[in-house]
């Protein structure tokens, strides 16, 4: 039963990577289902996992290994639902979300027939900062150094400051940050109770 949550753990680490192309589509309902995907196997994993036994040894490593990896990578798709259901377009931030299945690019000002957003979005590097916040996160809770997430939240809020002040941007930020922290502490929890 351990090794079933071990093996359950590394597909949700390897998930994202084949449900990308489906969560990159600028449509909400491929978010929606890659994120619902997502959560599902991670649900099914924290059930296995506490209901198994605990790993020791190489099992233990690779649990910890793979909720970390899990954690960075599996992010994209339940933030970006997130935003969603928040009523945050996590594609644009110069229209009002929609959610139509057949959200299309708004034409800029200077090309009526342009298909560029008006404007980028707020936060850019976002996808970046996630992947780091989230592994960061990940790892502080494996180690048992639960108070690296005052760190990594007030680092966080320190670099982004100056930017919040832009239309929508702090919507954004509140929301993507916690869906974001969310996620990567449901993972590695999932860890702790594989490992003990």
Do not use: N
């Amino acid at each position: 039963m351990t090794m079933t949550a071990i093996v359950l753990l590394v597909a949700l680490a390897v998930l994202p990577a084949a449900l990308h192309p489906i969560a990159r589509r600028h449509r909400v309902t491929p978010v929606l289902f890659a994120a619902s995907v997502t959560l599902v196997l991670l649900a099914a994993t924290a059930i296995v996992a506490g209901i198994a036994g605990p790993a020791d040894g190489v099992g233990a490593r690779i649990a910890q290994c793979a909720a970390v990896i899990a954690a960075v990578t599996g992010g994209g798709a339940v933030v970006r639902s997130v935003l969603v259901l928040g009523g945050v377009d996590p594609w644009r931030s110069d229209t009002p979300m929609s959610t139509d299945e057949s959200v299309s690019p708004t034409p800029t000002p200077d090309d009526p027939d342009s298909t560029e957003p008006l404007a980028a979005p707020p936060l850019r590097g976002g996808r970046v900062i996630g992947f780091l916040e989230r592994g960061a996160v990940a790892v502080t809770l494996i180690v048992g150094w639960p108070e690296g997430l005052a760190i990594i939240l007030a680092v966080k809020g320190l670099a982004r400051y100056p930017e919040l002040r832009e239309s929508h941007a702090g919507e954004q930020f509140i929301i993507g940050t916690f869906g974001s922290v969310l996620y990567a502490v449901a993972v590695a929890g999932t860890a702790h109770l594989i490992v003990s």
